[in-house]
């Protein structure tokens, strides 16, 4: 019996590119509970009207989804700990694969900074115009529900009570 070669998938480097290019998925399985949920075809994904309604799905309510990552980007600043991982759209940017809801937040920040002067914190305005993501040239279907499988349904193994206790003692001394 023949086994079959398994698959490679080819990650470009790190890069780096404007916010604006980035285009939030409205087909994201985040979504598909919601009432306002409806499936977008691919030609239509960089559509004005569609970014807005996926950008207003992943907030919520007076931004009720993204209260948490706020908090974080004004304390903390951006930290690369997950990749922002995209796929290019053919009709220009790049689809955001895994990272929506940090997508969505900096789309909401940057708009009350340019807006109000909003006060950012530690998150500096330069992450912008330079959003480190992974670019994936060669992802399927079966790539994108494995990693949606590993990243959302799987996801980080939580640490024991003692073991959270005691980074969170030393990070205080």
């Not at 948490?68 to 990749?83: H, M, T």
């Not at 305005?125 to 992974?134: E, G, K, L, Q």
């Amino acid at each position: 019996m023949a086994r079959s070669k398994p698959t490679t998938r080819r990650a470009h480097a790190l890069q780096e590119v404007p916010l604006a290019t980035l285009l939030l998925d409205p087909n994201n399985f985040r979504f598909v509970d919601r009432s306002e949920y409806k499936n977008v075809e691919e030609s239509k994904i960089a559509g004005a009207q569609v970014q807005r309604r996926a950008l207003n799905l992943v907030l919520g309510p007076g931004q009720s989804n993204i209260v948490d990552l706020i908090d974080s980007f004004k304390a903390n600043g951006w930290l690369p700990v997950d990749q922002i991982q995209v796929r290019k759209h053919s009709k220009g940017g790049y689809v955001v694969v895994e990272g929506n809801r940090r997508i969505a937040t900096l789309k909401y920040l940057k708009a009350q900074y340019d807006q109000h002067e909003f006060d950012l914190g530690a998150l500096s305005p330069t992450i912008f115009d330079r959003v480190p993501v992974v670019t994936y040239e060669d992802g399927d279907k079966v790539h994108y529900l494995k990693l949606m499988g590993l990243k959302h349904i799987s996801g980080n193994l939580k640490w024991p009570p003692l073991n959270q206790a005691k980074l969170l003692l030393q990070h205080l001394e």
